[in-house]
């Protein structure tokens, strides 16, 4: 059984500080690694991905990747009250096409 | 451009009903993905397209579930005598051939009575 594992939060930040997100995942075989954000009501919104181990940037946003840990996070800096949503993981096990298997989301607070 | 666009936005049914469910991916999207989502849980896939036939159908919850993608392009979402379980958000995904990454529609919302 693939499983994808995330604190179900709330996890609550003050506005312009760093949110942290975790994501494990129990399969070896995983080669891509996606967040989406999700607002209340809405559909996932892909926000970074990931293929290699270590880090990648873009704006905010900082996805680490630990493939010997099966662990992968995402790193939100100065948070605004407009990155309050969940946060959806996701790994792709095998294939560059095949389906995406999502952890159950993390929903993220950032208070004003 | 356009996104994943998906029809109806929301569907009221009774239970033992037929509906579809309708996706239009992005345009010249080859792969298609079909995901359902219960309140406070993340997507679960249910089948995935590559051009007309279905790569991977081994999502589908049993045989009440169809889906279709005649040209390679639209695809719909069929299921036969609605259970109250069938309740969640229906989510359509696509991907650009030889891309990794998937982007969402807004989701059809169903409701059974």
């Known amino acids: 059984q693939k499983e994808v594992e995330q604190n179900s939060g709330p996890l609550s930040v003050p506005e312009g500080a760093i949110a942290s997100l975790n994501c494990t995942y129990s399969?070896?075989?995983?080669?891509?690694f996606f967040w989406y954000r999700q607002y209340s009501g809405k559909s996932p919104e892909l926000i970074m991905s990931i293929y290699s181990n270590g880090d990648k940037e873009d704006g905010r946003f900082t996805a680490q990747l630990n493939k010997a840990s099966q662990y992968v996070s995402l790193l939100i800096r100065d948070s605004q009250p407009s990155d309050s949503a969940t946060y959806l993981c996701a790994v792709r096990y095998g294939g560059s096409q095949g389906n995406l298997i999502f952890g159950k989301g993390t929903k993220l607070s950032v208070k004003p | 451009g356009a996104g994943v666009s998906q029809t109806p936005s929301n569907k009221v049914t009774e239970k033992g009903k037929y509906v579809e469910l309708r996706c239009d991916p992005i345009?010249?999207?080859?792969?298609l993905y079909w995901y359902r989502q219960s309140l406070g849980q993340g997507p679960e896939f249910l089948i995935y397209f590559q051009g007309t036939g279905a790569a991977d159908d081994s999502g589908l919850p049993n045989d009440r579930f169809f889906a279709v993608r005649p040209e390679g392009s639209v695809s719909t979402l069929k299921i036969q005598r609605t259970e109250r379980g069938d309740s969640a958000v229906y989510l359509c995904?696509?991907?650009?051939?030889?891309?990794?990454?998937?982007?969402f529609g807004p989701g059809t919302r169903l409701t059974v009575l």
């Open positions: 995904a696509s991907t650009p051939g030889g891309g990794r990454e998937q982007f």
């Open positions: 399969d070896r075989g995983s080669q891509s």
């Open positions: 345009s010249g999207h080859t792969a």
